[in-house]
């Protein structure tokens, strides 16, 4: 990942993964390792064409800069966009977080992924050592781990495009070096090209070892000829399926490839009965589909070693979002 900005460590029994800041970050630390990034840079670029906005958000981002959140320790925190942990992980990172704050008595230390039904017993962990809970994003989340129990209209119709389409679909734990090329390029057009620069910039590595050292599988769709017109990397723990990573060729002549990747990945996730946790971003169209917003918060904790008014600054930002929903961020978009 080129733009991590940040060492990867393991701590604790399980073991769980930590990733600390470098000194110094770059204008495109990805938002992953980075809270100023993923809060602030990548929030006004979505604003630009609010310029006004966009500028205060940046100055907000100026401003957390000056009170440290740049040297930051996220604990279980896989370079992925959605963190899902086992039962022996998740019941460590409290235990972590409370080692890492020794460690590193001047970052700020954050757990992300966190939802109040899953999580709460974590959640209470960690508001014990003083950590607060901020709303950072809505996610999508499809239950099939008993089947489809009702069929949208928009899925049946993306399952119906995708058979028509020719395209093969293959769910595979091994990749060439030249596929894992391929997929590189497919993931950097919508990833990078269309959105951002601060998305985490994986390197064609990144996709050959997580595939073929069998942390990720690879579900490809495939051109008659061979060429992989689509792929998703799908990472499974316990019954719950994300999707860190996907790309689809912007240049085709097949219509809504993107479409027609949601519907393999469906499918996957519903032959074998697994909770699929589709991250954030596309809401409607998640929504038509038969995806259920769920909240997902940060917490953080000020450093151990500051002075108090950034600790009561937490609580003040913890306070004032209180009221602040899933259907509230919905309703902006998300």
């Known amino acids: 990942m080129r733009n991590a900005c940040a060492d990867l460590k393991w701590l604790g029994s399980s073991p769980c993964a930590v990733t600390v ?42 401003f957390a800069c000056w009170i440290g959140l740049d040297r930051i320790t996220l604990v279980g925190n896989w370079p992925v966009s959605t963190n899902v942990w086992d039962e022996a992980t998740c019941t460590d990172l409290a235990q972590v977080c409370a080692s890492v704050m020794v460690q590193h008595p001047t970052h ?30 809505v996610v999508y989340e499809f239950d099939l781990r008993e089947g489809l129990t009702r069929k949208p209209s928009h899925l049946m119709r993306d399952h119906t495009a995708r058979k028509r389409s020719g395209l093969r679909m293959v769910v595979t734990h091994q990749v060439s070096r030249e596929s894992a090329r391929r997929m590189s390029a497919l993931y950097n057009r919508i990833y990078l090209d269309k959105h951002s620069q601060l998305n985490a910039q994986y390197t064609p590595d990144f996709f050959e ?3 073929n050292h069998h942390v990720m599988r690879a579900l490809l769709l495939t051109h008659s000829n061979g060429d992989i017109m689509a792929f998703a990397m799908l990472y499974q723990v316990g019954d719950t399926l994300t999707v860190p990573a996907l790309g689809y060729a912007t240049d085709a002549e097949i219509d809504g490839l993107y479409r027609l990747l949601f519907s393999a990945i ?11 946790n589709y991250s954030s971003g596309a809401g409607d169209f998640k929504r038509k589909r038969g995806g259920v917003p769920k909240l997902e918060y940060t917490m953080i904790q000020a450093p151990k070693h500051s002075s108090r008014w950034k600790t009561s600054l937490l609580l003040w930002l913890e306070k004032r979002t209180q009221g602040i929903d899933a ?4 309703a902006l978009g998300a």
Not at 28 to 48: P, V
Not at 266 to 276: F, N, T
């Open 327 to 330: 259907d509230a961020l919905m």
């Open 209 to 211: 070892d997580m595939v």
């Open 108 to 137: 700020f230390v954050a757990v992300r992924n966190l939802q109040s039904d899953k999580h709460a017993e974590l959640m209470t962990a960690l508001r014990r050592l003083g950590f607060v809970a901020l709303p950072a994003r």
């Open 21 to 62: 800041s470098h000194t110094k970050r770059t204008l495109d630390t990805s938002y992953l390792t980075s809270l100023r990034s993923g809060w602030f840079d990548y929030a006004a670029e979505e604003l630009n064409d609010k310029w006004w906005a966009a500028w205060l958000v940046r100055r907000l981002g100026t």
């Open 266 to 276: 469906h499918e996957y996730a519903q032959s074998h009965a697994l909770l699929l």
